[in-house]
């Protein structure tokens, strides 16, 4: 018998590849970058940035620190990485020794601090607030600044709130809005409006660059319509026990799940420790695949390295045996949807936990 401890994150790189290449062919008009924040979602940044600059011949990428890229972009010096949380004292360093490091200036106080402290003449990208209301120069920020200074940016962004709604007002507010401030103020500056979801919503949307980030990964962008990307993530983990559960035992902590009748339970090796969101306590599922897809309920609350599963219709579980917690048939948005959360979330947290044996699945 082989019994393993640990959960598995299986990750399909050739169907990651397949999904970037995809989505840069829906918006064949622009640039495609693609967002290797938080390390890719947690699936491995060094790897992906790779995979990318190399299958798919990618040269711009988009992280949220310039920590993230700083090895990355020193080992791919012919890309440019954008840094969407600016520059800042805790950062500059970085950029004064990576020059294809780029920061996206989103306010009047990190200019000013960059100009204070920028270590040469490059080009940096601007952020416009178009109604997202979070990170962005505003247009009486904008009305103030010298007019030398709009040729200095290399690009100019903002980001959709609703584009995951195909039909919300706000897409064509902030379409509207964005395309005003870029032709008052940044006329001939290329343009970046819209991340994975906004690809879907039509050319327009494109503009000059689009920033490939969840979908990419296997993540439905536009859950208006069925996904048509391929599944990158896999979720496993070992049966570590299976016994029998009497008619009024309790399960778990605090006593949440009591047996109405005689059940049969599986403890598996994977719990909010692991990033398992304990909001899919007594609601999560699991999945036997042994030539036929077995679902099994989630009881009682998850625990930190655990949870406990009612078994009691899998005739052939054992220890040893390998369960799906999120799987082609059963994906991470599913996952989501049922921790009522989103599938970004838990990717993050599942991706960049070190509990994980990590596979990589590649041609």
């Known amino acids: 018998m082989n019994i393993l401890t640990r959960p598995i994150l299986e990750i399909n790189l050739n169907n990651l590849l397949d999904n970037y290449k995809m989505l840069a062919n829906l918006a064949k008009n622009a640039t495609p970058a693609a967002v290797i924040k938080d390390e890719a979602y947690g699936l491995g940044a060094k790897i992906v940035a790779k995979l990318l600059y190399e299958k798919a011949n990618c040269r711009n990428f988009f992280a949220a620190h310039a920590v993230e890229v700083k090895e990355i972009a020193a080992t791919h010096p012919n890309a440019t990485f954008y840094i969407l949380q600016g520059v800042g004292a805790d950062?500059?360093?970085?950029?004064?020794?990576?020059?294809?490091?780029?920061?996206?200036?989103?306010?009047?106080?990190?200019?000013?601090?960059?100009?204070?402290?920028?270590?040469?003449?490059?080009?940096?990208?601007?952020?416009?607030?178009?109604?997202?209301?979070?990170?962005?120069?505003?247009?009486?920020?904008?009305?103030?600044?010298?007019?030398?200074?709009?040729?200095?940016?290399?690009?100019?962004?903002?980001?959709?709130?609703?584009?995951?709604?195909?039909?919300?007002?706000?897409?064509?507010?902030?379409?509207?809005?964005?395309?005003?401030?870029?032709?008052?103020?940044f006329p001939n500056t290329p343009a970046s409006l819209s991340a994975s979801d906004g690809v879907f919503l039509g050319e327009k949307f494109h503009q000059n660059m689009v920033r490939l980030g969840a979908a990419v990964y296997g993540i439905n962008t536009a859950p208006y319509r069925q996904n048509q990307m391929k599944n990158v993530v896999r979720v496993l983990a070992p049966v570590l026990q299976v016994t029998n559960l009497h008619k009024g035992d309790f399960v778990g902590y605090s006593a949440t799940y009591r047996a109405g009748s005689e059940r049969k339970i599986a403890i598996v090796s994977i719990g909010y420790g692991d990033g398992l969101p304990r909001s899919l306590s007594n609601v999560g599922k699991i999945f036997l695949n042994n030539g036929k897809i077995h679902e099994a309920r989630i009881i009682g609350r998850v625990s930190m390295d655990n949870i406990i599963c009612d078994v009691t219709d899998i005739s052939d579980i054992k220890a040893g045996d390998l369960v799906s917690i999120a799987d082609d048939f059963y994906t991470l948005d599913d996952v989501a949807r049922d921790a009522g959360t989103i599938s970004y979330e838990i990717m993050s947290r599942l991706g960049k936990n070190p509990r994980f044996e990590r596979i990589y699945i590649q041609d």
């Open 91 to 185: 950062s500059i360093e970085i950029f004064r020794q990576q020059k294809n490091i780029i920061p996206v200036i989103s306010s009047p106080e990190v200019l000013k601090y960059w100009e204070e402290n920028k270590p040469d003449n490059r080009k940096v990208a601007i952020q416009v607030e178009t109604g997202l209301n979070r990170l962005g120069f505003r247009e009486d920020d904008l009305k103030v600044l010298p007019k030398d200074k709009f040729t200095e940016f290399s690009l100019v962004m903002s980001h959709l709130a609703c584009g995951d709604e195909k039909d919300h007002f706000m897409n064509a507010k902030q379409i509207e809005n964005f395309e005003r401030i870029k032709k008052t103020f």
